[in-house]
């Protein structure tokens, strides 16, 4: 009887957890929108504009999604969060996917009730000094004070990074991000420690000349950034990390936003023919449409454009390719088949 009855609270536990399986995405499609958290402005990736109108990479990946599932890159909620209250706000609910310059860890993946979908964006943490101190590397900042935002991966990085090379560093902590920039700016830290895109970004909006201010060349982390969601619902985990993966392959055979149609009516490539719905239905492996892939490319463009048009080299933040180059071409952008 013992055996029987262990048996039926295991078939218990699992039909309750196959009843919960799916509330997001149902909520979602109740709703006809994604709540979405993002930064309280962090350009490059996610800010508002004076008219309320969000852009950036996290940003086109959020909308990507909204294509995706729903149709319409618009029907978004956009929710800023400070990363004191982002990992909340999924966990409560309040928003269905993080897509917020947000680093995954072991914690963050398996303590938090919260699941890791991909990478969009390989980053280390780096230091930005002016330039006028004619300091060239970040070992030459013994006992300086560093500004850093609480709640952040930066904050234990430049502990272990201060002990590890007897550095002496003096942490000025800021619960807000747009504190810290300004603390930086206004002379109270001799330095400033965040990932080298947060740096650059921080760079091109608030300084008032660039020019003035060196992000030295140690990378002293890993921060690989991705969305995240919420644990118990594998059909919406499953949605957002391959619209992802087919942002990437879309860029790896050269599917863009401009030619996606052209493509899908007139190319014989069979991986074209597959992305893009046309020979192949996997949108009802996810419980998508069959052109969803299509739609999302449509609505943001391949990876490389996402990149190229909120950070690359030709923006205010002007960042390299870098090692969120292609793996065909150098970098660490490797998309799982889309198949």
């Known amino acids: 009887m013992k ?7 295991a078939l218990s536990l699992l039909g309750q957890q196959a009843a919960h399986a799916g509330k997001t995405l149902d909520t979602i499609k109740q709703r006809d ?47 800023p969060l400070a990363s004191q209250q982002r990992f909340t706000a ?15 860890t072991l914690t963050r993946d398996a303590s938090m009730g919260l699941a890791f979908t991909a990478v969009v964006f390989y980053d280390g943490q780096g230091f930005m000094v002016p330039a006028k101190t004619r300091v060239k590397s970040a070992k030459q900042l013994k006992g300086a ?9 930066s904050e234990k990085n430049l502990s272990d990074f201060s002990r ?21 700016f206004a002379g109270r830290c001799q330095a400033y420690t965040t990932d ?6 921080v760079r091109a909006k608030d300084a008032k000349d660039p020019k003035e201010h060196l992000i030295l060349p140690e990378i002293i982390s890993k921060e690989p ?6 644990r118990g619902d594998d059909e919406w985990l499953a949605i957002v990390r391959w619209v992802v993966h087919g ?41 998508l449409e069959r052109d969803w892939l299509a739609r999302a490319i449509k609505a943001v463009g391949n990876y490389g454009e996402i990149y190229e048009r909120n950070v690359g080299e030709k923006t205010t933040v002007g960042l390299p390719r870098g090692k969120n180059q292609l793996w065909t071409q150098g970098g660490l952008m490797y998309a799982l088949p889309v198949r």
């Open 33 to 79: 929108q994604i709540a979405i958290g993002v930064s309280t402005g962090v350009p490059g990736f996610s800010a508002a504009d004076s008219q309320g109108k969000w852009a950036g990479l996290d940003v086109d990946i959020g909308k990507a999604v909204a294509a995706a599932l729903l149709g319409d890159a618009e029907k978004v909620k956009w929710v």
């Open 3 to 9: 055996h029987l009855a262990t048996g039926l609270l």
């Open 90 to 104: 999924l966990q409560s609910g309040e928003v269905d996917v993080l897509s917020r310059n947000t680093t995954v």
């Open 196 to 201: 080298t895109s947060g740096l650059a970004s």
């Open 164 to 184: 590890s090379y007897k550095l002496n560093l003096k942490p000025v902590v800021f619960d807000k991000f747009d504190a810290a920039n300004a603390a930086y």
């Open 225 to 230: 950034l991705g969305p995240l969601v919420r």
């Open 145 to 153: 004070t560093v500004c850093v935002q609480s709640g952040t991966t």
């Open 247 to 287: 942002l990437i392959e879309a860029e790896e055979n050269g599917i863009t936003r401009a030619n996606v149609d052209q493509l899908k009516a007139d190319s014989s490539d069979p991986v074209v023919g597959r992305l893009l719905g046309k020979t192949e239905d996997t949108g009802k492996l996810l419980g």
